[in-house]
C-alpha cells in the first residue's frame, strides 16, 4: 500500500510539473513583440508621446490657431467659475474648523425671583 501511495504521488508530481512546463512555454513566446502591425503602432505611440512632451497643451501637431483657442476657452471658463489664477487641475482643499459647542443650559442666564422678605411677624 505504501507502494501504491507514493507511484501516486510521484504521477501526480511528474503530470504538475509537465502542465507547469506547457504553461511556461506557451507565456514566453508572447513576451516578444513579433508582429509588424503591433510594432508599428507601438513606435507610433512613442512618436505621439515625444511629440507631446514638446509641445504647449500637450496636444501633438496642434496648429496655432488650435491652441489659441484652447486657451481661450479655458479662459473663459476661469471668469465663468471665478478660478483666475488658481490651478484647476488640484483637489481644493477645505479647510473647517471646530464648531464651539455651546450646551444650552451653560448659555442661558437666569435672573430667579428674590425671595420675599416677610417683614410680618406672627
Known sequence: MLANKSVG???HR??????????LSSISGSFQVGDPIQQS???RL???RQKSEKSEFGLADASSKEIKELSEMLAKV?????AEGEDMTQFPMFKFEEPK??????????EYPKEPENDVEV
Open 14 to 23: 511528474v503530470c504538475r510539473f509537465a502542465v507547469n512546463q506547457r504553461c
Open 41 to 43: 503602432f507601438v513606435a
Open 101 to 110: 459647542v455651546v450646551i444650552p443650559a451653560s448659555s442661558l442666564h437666569v
Open 46 to 48: 512613442r512618436e505621439y
Open 78 to 82: 476661469d471668469r465663468i467659475y471665478e
Open 9 to 11: 504521488t510521484l504521477l
